[in-house]
């Protein structure tokens, strides 16, 4: 199973908006809305930002959102803020019934 | 609170074996799947196993195949990885994780001579 392919790196300046893409294939990303997205600060373990495409879990701004459109899921951090600033992770479920997580963004606040 | 607690990383040598634990607390053990997932150092995350609530239902990773093996006690709200024939590229840390939402803090292992 390959890793879902996402930028390298995004970077904005503070209160503006960021999109991160995350390509996978149909069987996986374009085969169930079962996509993750994780958000992990240097030294520390990786926090759930959204599930499911596209719910935020309790406790996550509303600054973050997700989407999906065929084989590509997307988060976008809308009122760019300093403390975004930190890896993301996109993961999704696939037809073998395994988790295939995506290759990392580093989010670079300007 | 959701707790996961991880122990059981260490230095161990090519061709060696460990077993990672992780306590759980906090949520009702035995209602959810439950996975490991790794992340070798400066590298990304990689999901290596999942195991479901009766414990039932278990799968791999192609690089972990046949070599490490996820277990549960829901009885002791624990969740274990056995772990063998250990090479270089197994070096990481190690994550408990209550799918999707809750992860532990993380044991690293380290396989060097």
Redesign the interface.
């Known amino acids: 199973?390959s890793?879902l392919t996402q930028p390298a790196s995004v970077s904005g300046s503070p209160g503006q908006s960021i999109t991160i893409s995350c390509t996978g294939t149909s069987g996986d990303v374009g085969a169930y809305n079962y996509v993750?997205w994780?958000q992990?600060h240097p030294g520390k373990?990786?926090?759930?930002m959204i599930?499911d495409v596209s719910n935020r879990?309790l406790g996550v701004s509303n600054r973050f959102s997700g989407s999906k459109s065929g084989n590509t899921a997307s988060l976008t951090i809308s009122g760019l803020q300093t403390e975004d600033e930190a890896d993301y992770?996109c993961?999704s479920y696939t037809s073998?019934?395994?988790?295939?997580?995506?290759?990392?963004t580093k989010v670079t606040v300007l | 609170q959701v707790q996961l607690v991880e122990s059981g990383g260490g230095l161990v040598k090519p061709g060696g074996s460990l077993r990672l634990s992780c306590a759980a607390s906090g949520f009702t053990f035995s209602d959810y799947y439950m996975s490991w997932i790794r992340q070798a150092p400066g590298k990304g995350l990689e999901w290596i196993s999942y195991m479901s609530s009766s414990g039932s239902t278990i799968y791999y990773a192609d690089s972990v195949k046949g070599r490490f093996t996820i277990s549960r006690d829901n009885a002791k709200n624990s969740l274990y990885l056995q772990m063998k024939s250990l090479r270089a590229e197994d070096t990481a840390v190690y994550y408990c994780v209550r799918q999707p939402d809750s992860w532990g803090q993380g044991t690293l292992v380290t396989v060097s001579s």
């Open positions: 199973q890793a993750s994780y992990q373990a990786p926090k759930l599930y879990p992770y993961s073998g019934s395994t988790y295939v997580f995506g290759t990392g």
